[in-house]
């Protein structure tokens, strides 16, 4: 059983940043992808940026790349996702999930391929 417990949500100004943290309890293996979603008010959840656990390889939204980096540190078993130059449109739930993904360049995670996913944070980016 895998648990996600993420962290680092609040409420920052538009071109502030935040870290968003998910703790990871349980079995992760190399062939595994962490990933991040968010959904915002009235919006589907999006994947928004995704690691595979062994090699590092990462995939971003196009409405995040250069903005966000998603990074690991397995002995912590924690996964970061740093957000900077923050925008009103940012705002939303961050979701930390994982799923098998075995190996080959990232692509947009997907919903349905999701094991486990964490309750989520709040993040609110005002104007």
């Known amino acids: 059983q895998v648990q996600l417990v993420e962290s680092g949500g609040g409420s920052v100004q538009a071109g502030g940043s935040l870290r968003l943290s998910c703790a990871v309890t349980?079995?992760?293996?190399?062939?595994?992808?962490m990933t991040w979603f968010r959904q915002a008010p009235g919006k589907e959840r999006e994947g928004v940026a995704d690691?595979?656990?062994?090699?590092?390889?990462?995939y971003y939204a196009d409405s995040v790349k250069g903005r966000f980096t998603i990074s690991q540190e397995k002995d912590k078993k924690t996964v970061y996702l740093q957000m900077s130059s923050l925008k009103p449109e940012d705002t939303g739930i961050y979701y930390c999930?994982?799923?098998?993904?075995?190996?080959?360049?990232?692509?947009?995670?997907?919903?349905?391929?999701?094991?486990?996913w964490g309750q989520g944070t709040q993040v609110t980016v005002s104007s």
């Open positions: 999930a994982t799923y098998f993904c075995g190996g080959g360049i990232r692509t947009a995670p997907r919903e349905d391929r999701i094991n486990y």
């Open positions: 349980g079995v992760i293996f190399d062939s595994n992808c």
């Open positions: 690691i595979r656990t062994g090699g590092g390889a990462t």
